[in-house]
Structures are given as structure tokens and as C-alpha cells.
């Protein structure tokens, strides 16, 4: 089955672990300063693999941020930003025309914008405008560089005291990767494995998947964009409780075409009370219809290594997917064609 990996993808999932430690190691050597005196908003831009780390962020620590925060996905910068504005522009190639649009649109209203990036024109601009520059290793496909991505960000707001992480967290949360990557490496696995199990139960299939904690809001998002990319396959997701007020009626259309769903629930212990009921109520709903779904439960001791290990397992499942389609999950034709067709404009 993995020969259809043809550029060694399965490299880049086995050095997710050692990305954690690089970023700890580039933050702890070039600390960034931010100025919170006066802050009334954070904005986050990005698109794809970049965009996605500020959703994981918002899940993860949105209730601690001192002001309200948002990911800004476009070529506009909201029209609240002002000087008051944090700005974190995230391009991990550096040459995303929405993210730099956005950004200098920011500087142009006097926002205080900090860049991560491997380089590209968010660099170039950045040392133009001596702005503060988080600078992390380029080469990989910018999906695979969320552990260069997020946890920067994450200790970003940490140093500035927006958020609180503890170094026992992210030791844990890089313990729980590597320990997983034993478990869904195929070098090293033996029989069970959870994420090829996942890419066969949804194989031939669309999977839909589900979130209930909170903080997990961004995690649906996250499989959905690596099932697409690396599968090569339709997914759609979404979180409770929202889905309850509208998504939960498809679920009794046409079986004839419904039949080709298959639920995923990200499970968690923060699940709410009411969410866990929410929860137990869709999957009778599900089984009334004749809905196949699973469950996936998070992995660790903090809420870094659980929404760690919710992306690790992701991202296996869509490489194991990609192996049953007989794809080479690092290619991405269509959106290569986009972009050349774009540059001809």
C-alpha cells in the first residue's frame, strides 16, 4: 500500500514531534516583544496550513486572551484594525497574496504586526519595515509545517503573558506525539492501528467530522483540510452545539445518498454536560437513519497534549487515506493549476 508514497510524505509525519522542539528552541533564542499597553484586538491572518494555527490557538486559549481575537482569512485586514491592533501575520512560504495583502493594508492603519513565516515576501517586508520576525525552517508543504506554525504562535503569546503555558505542557505534548507516531508509524506498528483504521472505515466515503469541546472547535477544520489535501477526498465537519440547530436535519435526507457519510466524533473530557447529551442524542439519530460513525478520543494529561494528539491522528488517517486511493499525499495538482492561472493575471 505505501508505495503509492511516492516523495516519502510519511517523513514529514515522523518529524512532527521534532518540530515541537525546534520552535521551543527558535522562541527561546529570539524572543518577540509585544507591546499590550493600549491592546484592544488580536488579529490573526493566514490561509490554509497558516490560518488553521490561529484557529487551534483561539480553541485552545481564546478564553484567557485579555481582548477579544479573530482569523482573518482574505485579502483585507478588518475594518476594527487600528494602532489598538495586534496583527500576526502567518505565511509559512511567505508569499500568500491574501496574507500580504491583509498585512500591509494593517500597516498602512498603524496595527502592530508581528510576522511568522520561513521567508518569501512576509520576510522581505518585514525586515523592510523592522517588524518583529518569527523565522522558522521552509521546505515543506505548508499543511505539514503546523508544528513550526502553532506552537510558535502558542509560545508567542505566552512570552507576552496573553496566554499561559507551561513547559510541563509542551513536554507533554511532544511526549504524547512521539508516542503516537510509534503506534501509527508503519515501520513500527503492529496490527491495530488507529489512523489507517479510520482512513478504511471511511473509505469510498465522506467524512464528516464532529466536534464537542470547546477547544476543539478548530480540529474538524484541521481533518477536513487533510483529508482534502492528502486523501485527495471530500470532508466536511463542524461543532457542537451549532450543528444541532441546522446540520443535524441532513442527516434525514435521501439515504441513497446519505449512505456515503461517514461521522467522525472527536471526543474529549471537556465536553460539556449539555454537549455530552447533545452527543448521545445525535448518534441515536444517526443510527435511526443508518448513519455509520465513530469516536476518537483525545490523548494526555493537559488540553496542549489532547489537542495534540487530535492533529497527529488526523494527520496519519488522511496519509493512510491517501495510500488506499492509491495517491501520493504530497501533490496537489488543482491547486497548483489555481495559481498558475492566477499568476497570469
Known amino acids: 500500500m505505501l508505495e503509492h508514497d511516492r516523495s516519502n510524505f510519511v517523513q514529514l509525519l515522523r518529524s512532527f514531534p521534532e518540530h515541537i522542539t525546534t520552535s521551543r528552541k527558535i522562541m527561546a533564542e529570539n524572543p518577540v516583544k509585544i507591546s499590550t499597553r493600549g491592546l484592544r484586538n488580536i488579529v490573526i491572518a493566514g490561509m490554509g496550513g497558516s490560518a488553521i494555527s490561529g484557529e487551534l490557538l ?60 520561513s521567508g518569501g515576501e512576509l520576510a522581505g517586508l518585514s525586515r523592510e519595515k523592522g517588524l518583529p520576525l518569527v523565522e522558522i525552517p521552509g521546505g515543506l508543504p505548508p499543511r505539514q509545517a503546523l ?25 507533554e505534548a511532544r511526549q504524547v506525539a512521539e508516542d503516537q507516531l ?104 444517526l443510527r435511526q437513519n443508518k448513519i455509520l460513525f465513530g469516536e476518537i478520543y483525545s490523548e494526555g494529561r493537559s488540553r496542549l497534549a489532547r489537542l495534540t494528539s487530535m492533529v497527529v491522528i488526523g494527520d496519519w488517517a488522511s496519509f493512510y487515506g491517501a495510500m488506499l486511493h492509491s495517491k501520493d499525499p504530497i501533490e496537489i495538482g488543482s491547486i497548483d493549476k489555481l495559481k498558475a492561472e492566477l499568476s497570469k493575471v
Open 147 to 171: 508544528g513550526y506554525m502553532f506552537y510558535p504562535l502558542l509560545m508567542l503569546f505566552n512570552q507576552n503573558k496573553l496566554v499561559n503555558v507551561s513547559e510541563a505542557d509542551l513536554d
Open 182 to 285: 510509534h503506534r501509527y508509524d508503519p515501520d513500527h506498528t503492529q496490527g491495530h492501528c488507529l489512523p489507517n483504521h479510520i482512513a478504511q472505515s471511511v473509505y469510498h466515503a465522506i467524512p464528516v467530522i464532529y466536534s464537542g469541546a470547546a477547544f476543539l472547535a478548530g480540529m474538524p477544520t484541521r481533518w477536513r483540510n487533510q483529508f482534502s489535501e492528502n486523501s485527495k477526498c471530500m470532508a466536511f465537519g463542524n461543532v457542537f452545539p451549532e450543528l444541532n440547530h441546522n446540520e443535524i436535519m441532513g442527516w434525514e435526507g435521501l439515504y441513497e445518498v446519505n449512505k456515503h457519510f461517514r461521522a467522525i466524533f472527536l471526543r474529549d473530557e471537556e465536553e460539556t454536560p449539555r454537549n455530552k447529551k447533545r452527543i448521545e442524542v445525535t448518534k441515536g439519530i
Open 58 to 117: 483561539l480553541g485552545y486559549a481564546g478564553e484567557e486572551l485579555p481582548v477579544p481575537a479573530v482569523v482573518n482569512r482574505g485579502y483585507n485586514a478588518p475594518g476594527f484594525v487600528d494602532k489598538n491592533t495586534l496583527f500576526v501575520a502567518m505565511s509559512y512560504s511567505g508569499n500568500t497574496e491574501e496574507t500580504l495583502s491583509a498585512t500591509r493594508e494593517a500597516l498602512q492603519r498603524g496595527a502592530q504586526v508581528v510576522a511568522i513565516t
